[in-house]
């Protein structure tokens, strides 16, 4: 079934085979003589130059900053690759600024060859884990288009008129395009947009992809045919290409701070490609630790400069537990403070502490009355972010001085995920983070690249604080 967007094959390559996959993808970059110029203003972003709306956002951040612009580690590694065409994964500690590593070359790109490839329809795909997190790339990237463009960045919603595609970007779940290609009334409509993709971006990689994280789980999986979303769009965007025999591939870029060895063979296979790695280390592992990291270079994920502390409750019940928070916010006198609700387990009891009794309003209520007379403003992670989305904040010294209070920000463990808040001076995590990854995540929402201090190569400093049961404390320390 040929793309009603699809580009003609060439006449010399003839028709391809049912096993025949691309192993790696052609960059798809004009002659540089032939490229248009982008209007607009341009900036010399370390060894790459940004252009167009783009640019005047950096110099808008660089003028609020007072500082000079300069990229992050894996920016720097990632910005000129990506423009180039190649499929890529990013793995760098958070606050990091991967989002921008990917969406400055994609975007420019996409705007260069709008006038030598024009066609209406879907050009990046952007798969993110969350609604939260699709909220805040919707933001980020309407900013680097401008407001003349921003009508062509679509979120994918359940409850829109998805008979229709509305946007060259999407920005959706890997579920949300799922539903959409099994529904017949938009199956039609989505098949061949898919056909039409030229980018797609998968944000948080390894939590798209690594559903079943333990053997057990994954064989059970297989046997009882389960298949991962993200895996499932990315080998059907795969099929649409080649029933639409285009000539040229679409490009993938996937990025975290915890992707790992499994997560990129899971992208390979799924798409078909050959994904090369691009790695900004983070802070070295201890001296004398049995493990040299998984890449064997004696450095992990974490940002430097993270101050780790455990509060053990006894007992862990709500009341003591959500004291313990409190006295903590007002020992730490910090000014924006983030609660990541983690999994709540009292080892002592041996049992599950209800979730209801742990949900996100419980929480946020009891903070709230227990903090408003320190003067803190106690709102959701989702309030948050649309805060930022509806007036995006180029730096954080102007987010500073545009709040007339403190704060505090509450959200569970997996909805904070990737989620950039300006300014997070703390994360207090109130329960059991499962696994490192999970507390990696939630820690990395503090001590992250900041452009408005005079070191503006190096991640600002930060605190976290994990309320939790003494054997959750142990197994944390060994």
């Known amino acids: 079934r040929p793309g009603r967007h699809s580009q003609p094959s060439r006449s010399d390559e003839g028709s391809q085979s049912d096993d025949d996959r691309p192993r ?9 003589e032939s490229r248009p110029p982008v209007s607009g203003p341009s900036v010399q972003f370390g060894d790459f130059t940004i252009r167009g709306v783009a640019a005047k956002f950096l110099q808008d951040q660089e003028q609020a900053s007072g500082q000079p612009l300069t990229p992050t580690p894996i920016q720097a ?9 190649e499929s890529v994964v990013l793995q760098a500690p958070t606050g990091t600024g991967k989002s921008l ?7 420019q790109r996409l705007e260069e060859e709008a006038w030598r490839a024009p066609h209406s329809g879907l050009r990046l795909l952007i798969l993110v884990p969350t609604g939260d997190l699709q909220l805040q790339l919707a933001g980020l990237t309407r900013a680097l288009v401008g407001p003349g463009r921003a009508e062509t960045v679509c979120v994918l919603r359940r409850d829109m008129d998805n008979t229709a595609v509305r946007g060259v970007i999407v920005i959706s779940t890997p579920r949300q395009i799922e539903d959409l290609l099994k529904d017949p009334l938009t199956a039609n409509v989505w098949a061949p947009a898919l056909a039409g993709l030229d980018m797609v971006v998968v944000d948080e990689a390894d939590r798209l992809l690594d559903n079943f994280t333990g053997r057990h789980q ?21 099929e649409e290409t080649k029933l639409a025999k285009r000539s040229l591939h679409w490009q993938l870029v996937a990025a975290s701070a915890t ?8 992208l390979s296979y799924s798409a078909g490609v050959e994904l090369k790695l691009l790695r900004a280390e983070g802070a070295p592992l201890p001296q004398g630790s049995v493990s040299l990291g998984q890449y064997r270079e004696g450095t992990s994920n974490w940002p430097a400069g993270l101050k780790h502390t455990l509060r053990v409750v006894k007992p862990f019940f709500f009341n003591t537990a959500i004291s313990a928070v409190a006295d903590t916010i007002a020992d730490l006198r910090a000014e924006r403070v983030l609660v990541a609700i983690a999994d709540t387990v009292d080892g002592s009891r041996a049992a599950r502490v209800p979730k209801a009794d742990f949900g996100l309003n419980p929480v946020t209520g009891v903070l709230r009355s227990r903090l408003e007379r320190l003067g803190y403003k106690v709102g959701t992670c989702s309030s948050a972010v649309e805060a930022a989305t509806r007036m995006w904040v180029p730096s954080a010294n102007q987010a500073r001085g545009n709040r007339d209070m403190k704060e505090v920000i509450v959200g569970s463990a997996e909805a904070i995920r990737g989620i950039h808040l300006s300014d997070i001076d703390a994360v207090i995590i109130l329960g ?4 490192v990854t999970q507390y990696l995540h939630c820690a990395g929402r503090t001590c992250r690249y900041r452009h408005d201090s005079g070191d503006s190569g190096k991640p600002s400093g930060g605190s976290v ?14």
Do not use: W
Request: glycine share 2%; aromatic share 2%.
């Open 218 to 238: 994954r064989k059970r999986a297989r046997e009882q045919g389960v298949i991962n979303p993200c895996e499932m769009v990315l080998k059907r965007i795969v």
């Open 24 to 32: 790696r993808h052609t960059p798809r970059r004009a002659p540089a």
């Open 259 to 266: 992707v790992n060895r499994r997560t990129q063979r899971s």
């Open 77 to 85: 590694m990632a910005l000129s690759p990506i423009y180039e065409g």
């Open 432 to 435: 059991d983070p499962v696994s």
């Open 101 to 107: 590593a990917f969406l400055l070359p994609l975007l």
């Open 465 to 478: 604080v994990t309320v939790c049961t003494e054997n959750v404390a142990d197994r944390m320390i060994n």
